[in-house]
C-alpha cells in the first residue's frame, strides 16, 4: 500500500481498499468475501445492533470462534457501540465475570451454540439479549434476533471502539479501552513496518479476542488491500495445506505455535509451497534457537515484534532485510517511544537494565475506573509496562524478565490471583498461591500452592478447577504443602514460592 495517509477510525481502515480485492478466505470451505461484501456486512450488522437499542458507549460482547462472523461482529461492534471480544473457550463464571464487568448492553453468539452454552446461560440469568451470527456457505454473515429499524452512526477517532482484559499480578483482570485512533494508527504502524501490500495473504493463527490475532493478523492486512485468511482453529497438521491452497506470503504466532509447526516438519517446507515473504513472533519471548530453525525451514526472515495490549499491541519489531534483525531482541521501536526508566521514575541511559516504559498516539491513557491501577501504570506521560528490559546503540530492545508476576503460558497472561480466587473457594482448601513453573513448549504452565483444612488430593483439586477456569488458566500441577513460604515480613512472594517448590523458573 503506497498510501502513506494515517486511518483515524477502524472504517478508515475497512474502507481503504479497492471493494474488488478479497478481504477474507475461509480455508474450511475456500469461500472468499470481498472489500465491498464486508463493507455491507459491517454496515448491516452495525444497523442490526443500533435496531437492538445499542447506542455510542454502549458494551457489545461476543464469544465467537475464529471466522468471518467474528470478524464483522467486531467491526460492525465497533462502529454501533463497543467490542468486548471474549474467549468462546470460558467457563461459565468467568463468562458471568466480564459480562458484569462490561457491562455488556448485548452478547452474540454462534447460530449453533447449544441451549446450555455457558455464555448464553451466564448472559440469560443477567437479562442481556442474545444475537445469533449465522455464516453462510459463500462467508456471509447475518445478525439474527433483533427488531426495529435504526441506522449507526459512523463512529468519531476518541470513540472506544473495543474493552478488552489485561491480568494484573494482583487483583481481577484490568480493562483496557482502545480507542478507533488507537487501533487504527497501530494497524498503519505495522503496514509500514513489514511492507504489506495488496499481494499479500495473512494467515491468521491467533485468536481473534486478542489484539495480536485482530490487529497484527488482520486489522493491519485490511489496511494493505491484502487478504486475510483465517482458519476456525491451528491445526499443525494441516498448517502447509493451508499455506498452499490460501497462498499466504506471512504468518503471525506465539512462540507455542511456531515450536507446534517446528515439530511438524522435520521433512522440511514441502516443495508444492511458495516461500513464505517472512515469519512474524510476538507475544512470548521467542529463544534465538527457535528462531534459528524457523528461518532454515521457512528460508524466510523471522521477525520477533513486542506487543501488548495497552499499546494496541506492536511497540517494537525486528526490521525486513535489508536492515539487521537481531535474536535475542524484540526490534525497534515502531510508531511509539521506548524508554528505560528506574524504580523512581528517572530515564536511564542505553545500555542500562531497568523497566520498559512507552508512550505514543497508540497507548492508551488510563485504564477504566481502576484509579490505583493508573496511579501504577502511568508516570507523567509514560506507561510502565511491567517488563525489564535493555536498549542497545542501535536502540534494540532486549527483554531480560517480567516485573510484574504474571504466567505467561504461551502468550496467554494469566493473573495469579485469579487462580488463587477459585481454589480458596474449595471447601478443603486454607491457603493457595499460584505461579508460572518452566514449560518446554508453552514457556510456562500454571503451577499452585495450597495447604488444606481437610483431606483433597491433587487431582482432586484440578477437577474442581477444571469446572471453573479455561484450560489454559486450570493449574497442571499442585503442590500440597504444610505451609507457604513468606518473607521475613510475612509476605507471599510468587517468585520465591515457585523457587522453593519448582526450582528455577529461569
Not at 98 to 123: F, G, H, I, K
Not at 223 to 228: F, I, M, N, Q, Y
Not at 260 to 275: C, E, F, N, V, Y
Not at 326 to 355: C, D, S, Y
Request: glycine share 8%.
Amino acid at each position: 500500500m503506497n498510501d502513506s495517509s494515517s486511518p483515524a477510525t477502524l472504517l478508515d481502515v475497512v474502507n481503504a481498499a479497492p471493494g474488488g480485492n478479497v478481504a477474507l478466505l475461509v480455508p474450511e470451505t475456500d469461500a472468499r468475501v470481498s472489500y465491498e461484501s464486508l463493507r455491507g456486512q459491517i454496515a448491516r450488522a452495525a444497523d442490526t445492533f443500533a435496531s437492538a437499542g445499542i447506542q455510542k458507549g454502549d458494551r457489545i460482547a461476543m464469544a465467537l470462534a475464529n471466522g468471518p462472523a467474528v470478524v464483522v461482529s467486531f467491526l460492525a461492534a465497533s462502529v454501533a457501540g463497543t467490542a468486548a471480544a471474549l474467549n468462546p473457550a470460558y467457563r461459565y463464571e468467568e463468562f458471568c465475570f466480564y459480562l458484569e464487568d462490561t457491562n455488556a448492553r448485548l452478547l452474540v453468539l454462534p447460530a449453533e451454540a447449544p441451549a446450555d452454552d455457558p455464555a448464553r446461560r451466564a448472559a440469560t440469568e443477567r437479562n442481556i439479549p442474545i444475537l445469533t451470527a449465522e455464516t453462510d456457505a459463500s462467508g456471509e454473515v447475518r445478525i439474527l434476533g433483533a427488531t426495529g429499524n435504526r441506522s449507526a452512526s459512523p463512529p468519531a477517532p476518541d470513540d472506544v471502539a473495543l474493552i478488552l482484559h489485561t491480568s494484573g499480578s494482583t487483583g481481577r483482570p484490568k480493562r483496557v479501552p482502545l480507542k478507533h485512533v488507537n487501533l487504527a494508527l497501530s494497524t498503519r504502524n505495522i503496514v509500514d513496518t513489514y511492507r504489506l501490500s495488496p499481494d499479500d495473504v495473512s494467515l491468521c493463527l491467533m485468536p481473534l479476542f486478542h489484539v495480536h490475532g485482530l490487529v497484527a493478523s488482520t486489522l493491519s492486512t485490511f489496511l494493505s488491500g491484502g487478504t486475510v485468511a483465517v482458519p476456525a482453529r491451528f491445526n499443525p497438521l494441516s498448517f502447509w495445506r493451508t499455506v498452499r491452497d490460501a497462498g499466504a506470503t506471512w504468518y503471525s504466532a506465539v512462540p507455542t505455535i511456531h515450536q507446534l509447526i517446528l515439530a511438524r516438519s522435520a521433512s522440511g517446507q514441502p516443495s508444492d509451497t511458495k516461500p513464505l515473504r517472512f515469519v512474524r513472533s510476538c507475544s512470548a519471548p521467542l529463544a534465538v534457537e527457535t528462531a534459528e530453525k524457523l528461518e532454515t525451514l521457512f528460508g524466510a526472515p523471522v521477525l520477533e515484534a513486542y506487543g501488548m495490549t495497552e499499546a494496541s499491541h506492536q511497540m517494537a519489531s525486528n526490521p525486513l532485510p535489508p536492515n539487521a534483525r537481531k535474536f535475542g531482541t524484540v526490534g525497534r521501536a515502531t510508531g511509539i517511544q521506548i524508554g528505560i526508566m528506574n524504580e523512581t521514575g528517572e530515564l536511564l541511559l542505553t545500555g542500562a537494565k531497568g523497566e520498559v516504559v512507552i508512550q505514543g498516539p497508540s497507548v492508551i491513557r488510563a485504564y477504566e475506573n481502576n484509579p490505583e491501577a493508573n496511579v501504577k501504570s502511568f508516570v507523567r506521560d509514560w506507561f510502565r509496562t511491567g517488563d525489564e528490559g535493555v536498549l542497545d546503540a542501535d536502540g534494540y530492545l532486549r527483554l531480560t524478565g517480567r516485573i510484574k508476576e504474571l504466567i505467561n503460558r504461551g502468550g496467554e497472561k494469566i493473573a495469579p490471583r485469579e487462580i488463587d480466587e477459585v481454589l480458596l473457594t474449595h471447601p478443603a482448601v486454607s491457603e493457595a498461591v499460584c505461579f508460572g513453573i518452566p514449560h518446554p513448549t508453552w514457556g510456562e504452565e500454571v503451577a499452585a500452592a495450597v495447604v488444606l483444612r481437610d483431606a483433597a488430593t491433587e487431582a482432586q483439586l484440578i477437577a474442581y478447577c477444571r469446572d471453573r477456569l479455561a484450560d489454559f488458566k486450570r493449574p497442571k500441577k499442585i503442590y500440597i504443602v504444610d505451609s507457604i513460604p513468606r518473607t521475613a515480613t510475612g509476605k507471599v512472594q510468587r517468585l520465591n514460592v515457585a523457587a522453593a517448590l519448582a526450582g528455577d523458573r529461569g
